[in-house]
């Protein structure tokens, strides 16, 4: 069975100061811990590393596939999957955090005539469940790794605290009446992909 990789890898910008003063240095956070869930990552199906020095979190994912062939043909993986994944994040004692950028990598084939969507979610709990949404979609008959950034990303601010979540959900999908087999996957055929997730910091109150 084909795995799929990957790789939260944190990055981050601070808030505050002006272009004409050195920028300060950006306090340290760390992943805590993690959750996820969904019909692409069912419990027990995925595997998982986090960095020694806590700022990359590796997935390896067994059923984050969509495939879609023509009626005659079987698939072994059904033309939607989705999968969230829930961050913690250590954060330094003042110190509130948001979504700024995230990077979806992966491949898609739909040379066989159906066209894909991937639609990502990025949700920050508390402030009213305020979120932003990602839709892209994949045309007809194409075979390629694919790079989607979201950039600039308006989400609330965490609550000012030190361990907070931060959730990323993917769904990936195909449809239409193919005359071949298509796929869409949260990887790539060298299966080196990130999904990038870089936040903005700011102090409490600011």
């Given at each position: 069975?084909?795995?799929v990789?990957l790789?939260?890898?944190?990055g981050?910008s601070?808030?505050?100061?002006?272009?004409?003063?050195?920028?300060?240095?950006?306090?340290?956070?760390?992943?805590?811990?993690?959750?996820?869930?969904?019909?692409?990552c069912?419990s027990?199906?995925v595997?998982?590393?986090?960095?020694s020095?806590?700022?990359?979190?590796?997935?390896?994912?067994?059923?984050?596939?969509?495939?879609?062939?023509?009626?005659?043909?079987?698939?072994?993986?059904?033309?939607?999957a989705?999968?969230?994944?829930?961050?913690?994040?250590?954060?330094?004692q003042g110190?509130?955090?948001?979504?700024?950028r995230?990077?979806?990598?992966?491949?898609?084939?739909?040379?066989?005539g159906?066209?894909?969507?991937?639609?990502?979610?990025?949700?920050?709990?508390?402030?009213?469940?305020?979120?932003?949404?990602?839709?892209?979609?994949?045309?007809?008959?194409?075979?390629?790794?694919?790079?989607?950034?979201?950039?600039?990303i308006?989400?609330?601010?965490?609550?000012?605290?030190?361990?907070?979540p931060?959730?990323?959900?993917?769904r990936?999908?195909?449809?239409?009446?193919?005359?071949?087999?298509?796929?869409l996957?949260?990887d790539?055929?060298s299966?080196?992909?990130q999904?990038?997730?870089?936040?903005?910091?700011?102090?409490?109150?600011?």
């Amino acid at each position: 069975m084909k795995k799929v990789f990957l790789a939260i890898a944190i990055g981050a910008s601070l808030i505050g100061g002006s272009a004409a003063q050195a920028q300060p240095q950006i306090p340290q956070v760390k992943i805590s811990g993690f959750a996820y869930g969904g019909s692409g990552c069912p419990s027990n199906s995925v595997g998982s590393l986090i960095s020694s020095d806590n700022q990359t979190l590796e997935l390896l994912f067994d059923k984050f596939q969509a495939n879609l062939a023509k009626p005659q043909q079987p698939t072994q993986f059904p033309p939607q999957a989705s999968c969230s994944v829930s961050v913690k994040l250590r954060l330094p004692q003042g110190f509130t955090a948001s979504f700024y950028r995230v990077e979806h990598r992966g491949y898609a084939n739909t040379k066989g005539g159906a066209t894909g969507q991937l639609r990502a979610r990025y949700y920050i709990p508390g402030a009213g469940g305020f979120d932003a949404n990602r839709n892209y979609i994949f045309k007809k008959n194409l075979e390629r790794d694919y790079t989607i950034v979201h950039d600039n990303i308006a989400t609330a601010w965490t609550q000012c605290g030190l361990e907070v979540p931060l959730t990323v959900t993917t769904r990936i999908g195909l449809q239409g009446n193919p005359t071949g087999q298509n796929a869409l996957t949260v990887d790539s055929q060298s299966q080196k992909v990130q999904t990038t997730v870089y936040y903005r910091l700011k102090r409490c109150g600011t």
